[in-house]
């Protein structure tokens, strides 16, 4: 790593994650734009429900790419590349272990969805048809985002670019193929995510093809340590596990608006679910930001090179500022129009058109966190992350919605505002004052 950080290093590895991160809410909103078109709400509201549980699971295992992209970027920090692989090999383990529970326990785990959501019973039908077919991808979602932790934190931006543009376009093209070709309507779009996924392990795993030839010759030869004194299965549990709780309490916030929104009827929650694919959008173009803040950050760290960390921040704090206006922008000129471009039913598009100044709001509010996460990766603080997103639930989510829930729906985009307000302020609070110090001290 050079003794300066340019812009162009930065969005080096920033754009091609930003690029990459498009496509899945891209994704989300074909396959919006694809149900939208079909001749009832209750298709969009099944969409919303089962895809709701299956990104809850997703999600809810992304703490394995948060925490594999600060372990593998700290030992590239210390060009330690024997650990990377054993930081690889062991969360690889656990998502198998994990996918492997899920798909074991599916039919409890989805009964229980259904009657939390409180939805309607078509709706209810076409959310267990889609989430019967989408469970069978899970061990490859769950591998891909081990991988993808290992090439961030690698800062090979390329490959993740790669592994998530091919298999979200082969996603895409599916949905349409499957639903409009071949008239398979739910179970379409479900059968394009499973393949999709599929599509997506075998590039990683090309792409990753050097290191786990390393990891197969070290086996042969008996001289591959799955676990070390730095990193033992205890090691790896503490870690993952704070991240966990984290991922676990987000995905409830969305879990609740998502069911809450159900309650209000379907219109409601298929106009939530087409506002929601936006904040998505937001969401990933920030988060391919803070993902290279977490590469540059977590290799700066194990370098102990704070003049890195300062810069790194410093570039990432500009580009985020930068992005959010933009979004800013283009949901308070322009959202009625981007509502209309994914669902021609128009009483689903008269339901959301109250409900956008939420969503231009949104982006000003909870930029901060986004980076902040990024930041908190690469240094490891787990345990703040998890508090603070305790803290956001408790007070900046359910609090402002038990004081406001009279306001139905607005009630609740009322509180997803609060709640990424908190979390924001949190972070930031926790990071002035127990990593600003290390953060801004003088290059040595």
Partial sequence: MSQRISHRQFLSIAFPMILSNITVPLLGLVDTAVVGHLPDAAFLGGIAVGN?????????FGFMRMST?????QAFGQSDFKKVQRHLMQSG??????????????????QITWVLTGASEIVTTHAETYFSIRVWGLPAATLNLVFLGVLIGLQKGKGPMALLIISNLVNMSLDVLFVFGFNWEIAGVAWASVIAEYTGLFIALY???????Q????????????????????????????????????????????????KLGDEIIAAN????????????VLDGVAYAAEAQIGQAAGRKDHNIMKQSLSIATLWTGCFTLVFTLLFFLGGKTLVSLLTDLDSVRQTAQPYLIWLAVLPLVATWCFLLDGVFVGLMDTKSMRNMMLISAMC???????LTQHWGNHGLWFAMNCFMLTRSLSL??????RHWRDVAAPAS
């Fill in 93 to 110: 383990l656990m998502a198998l272990i994990l996918a492997g529970f899920i798909i074991l326990f599916q039919y409890p785990i989805a």
């Fill in 396 to 402: 900046g989510f359910l609090l402002p919605w038990s």
């Fill in 428 to 433: 930031g609070g926790v990071f002035f004052k």
């Fill in 273 to 284: 679910t087409v506002l929601l694919n936006f904040f998505m959008l937001i969401s990933f």
């Fill in 215 to 262: 990891i197969v010759l070290q086996i042969k030869t008996k001289t591959f340590r799955l676990f070390s004194k730095q990193t033992s299965f205890k090691h790896l549990i503490l870690v993952n596990r704070d991240i966990l709780i984290r991922s676990l309490t987000l995905q409830l916030c969305f879990v609740f608006m998502t069911m809450q929104g159900a």
């Fill in 207 to 213: 792409l990753l093809r050097d290191h786990i030839s």
């Fill in 69 to 73: 992209t600060g372990l593998v970027a």
């Fill in 52 to 60: 709701m549980l299956m990104t809850f699971l997703i999600w809810l």
